[in-house]
């Protein structure tokens, strides 16, 4: 497994931007797809966003494509999330996550320990 820390959550208005960062104990962060995900206060864990090992390919959930955008950088072992457009139904907690290409939490066996975002109207 791999240890995971995200960092860059916050409190920020409605239509404002955050980028989350994650950083990775590992050099072979690079063998690794990794996936965002998030989960609101009474709510279950949901998929935000993934990207696969080198990059070649992601995956966003209907709810925040065109104002989200994952990418990765394995030299720093570290992946981020580009959030604008930020509305209040975007609060939650945000998780990162390393393991196989999917939109499941099952496809994934490291986690980090979550970044609060809160989004004011």
């Known amino acids: 497994q791999v240890q995971l820390v995200e960092s860059g959550g916050g409190l920020v208005q409605a239509g404002g931007s955050l980028r989350l960062s994650c950083a990775a104990s590992e050099r072979t962060f690079s063998s690794y797809s990794t996936g965002w995900f998030r989960q609101a206060p009474g709510k279950e864990r949901e998929f935000v966003a993934a990207m696969t090992r080198s990059g070649s390919m992601t995956k966003y959930a209907d709810s925040v494509k065109g104002r989200f955008t994952i990418s990765r950088d394995n030299a720093k072992n570290t992946v981020y999330l580009q959030m604008n457009s930020l509305k209040p139904e975007d609060t939650a907690i945000y998780y990162c996550?390393?393991?196989?290409?999917?939109?499941?939490?099952?496809?994934?066996?490291?986690w980090g320990q979550g970044t609060q975002v809160t989004v004011s109207s």
């Open positions: 996550a390393a393991g196989q290409y999917s939109s499941s939490r099952l496809a994934y066996n490291s």
